[in-house]
Each structure stands twice: as structure tokens, then as C-alpha cells.
């Protein structure tokens, strides 16, 4: 986790200095929600916690966002999540017109998956079809490098390359500033074989306290087909939002 934090840490920092540099003023934005559910009875024990932290800096023509996730579970006090993400994120345009450019990175380490480590590299096309204060709605494609060292069912140790498809659904609505409901889903199939494939899902539904608060209830759904694991988490908690 301590890794996880500082890789956030670093982006940031060059992040925020380079934009610094721009004439056109910049906005930032800075998140963290904190969910998780915890359950015992007479005969068994379980909990799971979704600490997420995301930081995006915005300017006229490029906007620029990182992002870091660790979810720890126990159940019977044994271990059964135990992941971690970084993402990095840049798009060009995307405030400009409707078609964009994006580039990504991506690091996951991920126990209930079976990923040692799994590196994320690509570029691709976006389109945003409504963006509005209330309702945002993009599509986006394009194509990613892989490297990845996994844990096969049957062979074990895997490491290999791949170069993969990444269809992206992301969307936000909300009612009054008040109720919000959000998410970003991706469908990754190996362009090698369409029977290698990942898919992530991640949705939100937050409702407002005040300007920085936020209760929050999450559905994270991700599956690996090399592996054969998947994973699904519903949580709730408290969010944290800051703009300046």
C-alpha cells in the first residue's frame, strides 16, 4: 500500500508542476472514499475495506488524472483481498470538441485475482456524446501493451505479453447536486484470442451531505479469464471531495 500511495504521490507532484507552466488557468480536484462492510456471527467472521484516492488537475485543452484503490478483506481470518491499482490517465481535447485523444498506465497487484503484477501501456480515440452539469456520457477504444506476471489454475507460474482491445464506458448522472450516480466500465479482450480477456466495472451511487461530503455505496465487479477469478464487492461509506 505504501507503494501504491507514493506512485500516487510522484504523479501528482510532476503532474502539478508541469501544468503550472500553462498560461490558461487550471483546476484541481482531489477524492477519497472510504468504504467496506464488516459482518460476524456466533460461527464466522468477514470483513472487506475499499479505500480509493484519485486527484485530477484540468486545463483548457488537456486534463490530466491519477488515481490509486486498495481493497483488504479477511474472511475466517483468512486472507481474501488483498489489491492494489494505479492508474494514470491523460486526455487531449476532451474539453474542446467532442472526438479526443487519451493515453493510459496502469499497475494492478491483485491476491483475490491471482496478479502478481500486470503493466498497462496505451493510447487510443474517445467521444463524448452529452456533457452537461447534470449528465456526462463517453465512449472510448483503443488499444493497450500488457505485461504481466499471473498465477495459472493449471501451469502456475504465467508470465507473458499480449496487446489487447480496451472498450471504455463512462458516465455520470446527477439530480439537484444532491444524488449522483456514476461509473467507468472497461471489456479488455487479447487481440491474440478473444478467450483471454478482462472485464472491470466500477459503479457509484453518492449522495450529498455538504460540499465536500458524500455517503457512497460502490459495486466493483472485475474477471480475469486467464486466471478463471473474479471478484465482486458492494460496499458503503463515507467520500471526500475538494475543488480548487
Known amino acids: 500500500m505504501y507503494k501504491t500511495v507514493l506512485i500516487l504521490l510522484i504523479n501528482i507532484l510532476i503532474t502539478n508542476i508541469a501544468f503550472s507552466q500553462l498560461n490558461d488557468s487550471v483546476h484541481h480536484h482531489f477524492s477519497f472514499a472510504s468504504t467496506g462492510i464488516y459482518n460476524k456471527t456466533k460461527d464466522a467472521s468477514s ?3 475499499n479505500n480509493s484516492s484519485g486527484f485530477e488537475i484540468r486545463q483548457k485543452k488537456v486534463s490530466f488524472n491519477t488515481a490509486a484503490s486498495w481493497i483488504y478483506g479477511k474472511q475466517q481470518k ?3 483481498n488483498n489489491d492494489v491499482s494505479v492508474f494514470t490517465n491523460m486526455d487531449y481535447l476532451k474539453d ?4 479526443y485523444y487519451w493515453a493510459l498506465v496502469n499497475f494492478d497487484e491483485s491476491y483475490s485475482l491471482k496478479i502478481n503484477y500486470r ?6 480515440l474517445g467521444y463524448t456524446f452529452v456533457n452537461s452539469p447534470h449528465l456526462n456520457l463517453e465512449l472510448s477504444d483503443g488499444f493497450l501493451y500488457e505485461t504481466s506476471d499471473l498465477t495459472d ?7 507473458y505479453q499480449t496487446v489487447r482491445n480496451s472498450l471504455r464506458l463512462k458516465y455520470r448522472w446527477s ?9 467507468t466500465n472497461f471489456v479488455q479482450p487479447s487481440i491474440i484470442s478473444f478467450e483471454d480477456y478482462i472485464l472491470k466495472f466500477n459503479n457509484q451511487l453518492s449522495v450529498k451531505l455538504n460540499q465536500w461530503l458524500s455517503i457512497n455505496a460502490s ?3 472485475n474477471k480475469i ?8 464487492l458492494i460496499t458503503y461509506g463515507v467520500a471526500l471531495n475538494k475543488y480548487f
Do not use: H, W
Open 47 to 49: 470483513f472487506v475495506l
Open 219 to 221: 459495486a466493483v465487479y
Open 225 to 232: 479469464s486467464r486466471t478463471n477469478r473474479e471478484n465482486l
Open 175 to 183: 439530480y439537484k447536486n444532491i444524488f449522483s450516480l456514476q461509473g
Open 153 to 159: 489454475p493449471v501451469l502456475g507460474k504465467d508470465i
Open 119 to 124: 503493466l498497462q501501456s496505451g493510447l487510443g
Open 96 to 99: 474542446v470538441q467532442k472526438l
Open 78 to 80: 483468512k486472507l481474501s
